[in-house]
């Protein structure tokens, strides 16, 4: 009859490596390094909603704060602490263990320190909180696009939205394919080292959690610029190589969600810079368009020279 | 149709007061004050384990929060922010937006910023993360007190029990009585003003929140001590005064959580200092035992002058 306490204790108390006081008490107690702003970000991840309830925990735990640091990545902050707020229908030791293995396997990978957190019974609701760290004024919003910035995205986006509709809707990728595919639904990994990289070089910025046009369309608000998109500059092959149709891919580039790539604007200056630090990280970066004047608007090129506003939008929860 | 975003802008957006960016980007950023350490705390709320699914909306803003702000109070920490995460099974308008009343009642009675969160679809479901500031070293855990230390209670511990046990299992009280005690349920007050004034006079300190006996558990566990309680010395006339049966009212203060109060240690040298709190404060402040040095045992002591352990412990989620 393990109690709430040795539950959180027993799976929860790998030793933090910079927080003053972690767990057990009525709060943590951490001690932020001098001249640094703070970046804090919670989400929510409901089973039926975000994820299936019978989702491998070790998975789930690694997605849970993942989903999080990236959020931070996308200010230029780094992460430092994280607490964890569980819901869990019933008291289940293996479950527990297993998702506290993914979500250290992140918290480790990222310098993360579980500092803090609660465990309660109900329908499974996993709240995630990260608290990061950025010089003083150096965090990077999604309101500082000027009209002429080119638009840039990371890594190989729709991966983690054809993962999702090969198990959901039976949508059919070649073997490896559909390997490289789940591997990016289940084990999103946030950008961290090019959000921290792109202070003071990309103008906005935030991570592609919702679909890329819905999530572009944020920036476009924040910053009061309209964007055109070149059709010809969108990563299609990373997802034409996993055996996705055309049309599959291209929806799962422009709307689908869960990749946690970072969307960022530069001044076209900066252009040799990006591809630069593309190198370095040993991670694709693409420039997919520019930003312009007119506020609200979003229009893609196609190869023939033609313009039009994109046919999808990003996940709305409520919609 | 109102979408996601839509529901939070127009329900949480009221202006932040001490917040450098708040809301609408990946995370919040804040700017802690020079040479302080933060308080983190998160609680979840669960319809079903923590509140009827049909308590009202405005007493479940207010608690969401009040519970929060009441751990920093409990470590000396002033609160400052506020994170809020919120599963809803429908995008009920009415009922965000009394719910976000009086969640920003109790932010403003506390000086608590609303400084980011997150909304979905899901069984309901509230995770408050809150940060507080405290000067460096000056907090205050459960691990400092000491044998010969007095133990003291703040306010009219076991209202908040009593009140539930009237709405959920029918128990009388009286008619003044019955609307004290619901308050106590459903509009708990956070002790920030006298945990502030306890830094550098409690030598260890939490809210209850889960019952006077199981919390002090965790000072006697955390400080290695243990404690005799004087049974005289125990505030049940706030809880008679309310029509409440003897055993009852014993249960309810040993025993029932939910009232929030202020459990704490001091050297008896600080009696009078403590005392003249009190007054200061206009808060009831009871000393009713003393620890020793016989880690783990807990002892009440009778009018008779018989010792024995107390019958209740605290509640525990998963027992």
Chains 1, 2 share one sequence.
Not at 174 to 195: F, I, K, N, T
Not at 255 to 266: N, R
Not at 283 to 294: A, K, M, T
């Amino acid at each position: 009859m393990p109690g709430e306490f040795d539950l959180i204790r027993r799976h929860f108390s790998r030793p933090a490596m910079h927080t003053a006081l972690a767990g057990g008490d009525d709060a943590a107690l951490v001690v932020p390094r001098p001249d640094m702003q703070l970046a804090v970000s919670t989400d929510m991840l409901v089973a039926g909603t975000h994820f299936f309830a019978d989702t491998d925990p070790t998975d789930l735990g690694w997605k849970a704060l993942a989903v999080n640091v990236s959020d931070l990545a996308a200010m230029g902050a780094e992460p430092r602490w994280a607490f964890l707020a569980l819901a869990l229908p019933a008291a289940d030791d293996a479950w527990l263990a297993a998702f506290a293995d993914g979500f250290y396997a992140c918290a480790e990978a990222f310098g993360v320190d579980l500092a803090g957190g609660d465990t309660t019974r109900g329908p499974l609701n996993l709240c995630v909180t990260v608290v990061g760290e950025a010089p003083a004024g150096q965090a990077v919003t999604r309101a500082g696009a000027r009209p002429g910035d080119e638009l840039w995205v990371s890594g190989r986006p729709g991966r983690a939205a054809l993962g999702l509709w090969a198990l959901r809707d039976g949508l059919a990728l070649s073997g490896e394919g559909r390997a490289r595919c789940l591997a990016a639904l289940h084990r999103p990994q946030p950008r961290v080292a090019l959000g921290l990289a792109l202070r003071g070089l990309a103008s906005a910025m935030l991570d592609v959690s919702d679909g890329l046009i819905g999530d572009l369309g944020h920036i476009l608000e924040g910053s009061r610029c309209g964007a055109q998109i070149e059709t010809a500059a969108l990563p299609l092959e990373n997802l034409l190589d996993c055996g996705a149709p055309h049309d599959a891919a291209l929806r799962a580039l422009l709307s689908g969600g869960d990749d946690y790539e970072l969307l960022f604007t530069a001044t076209a200056a900066r252009h040799a810079d990006i591809a630069a630090l593309a190198d370095r990280l040993d991670l694709p970066l693409h420039c997919i368009g520019q930003l312009n004047d007119r506020p609200g608007e979003m229009l893609l090129r196609a190869a023939d020279g033609s313009l039009q506003p994109p046919q999808m939008t990003g996940y709305d929860h409520f919609a």
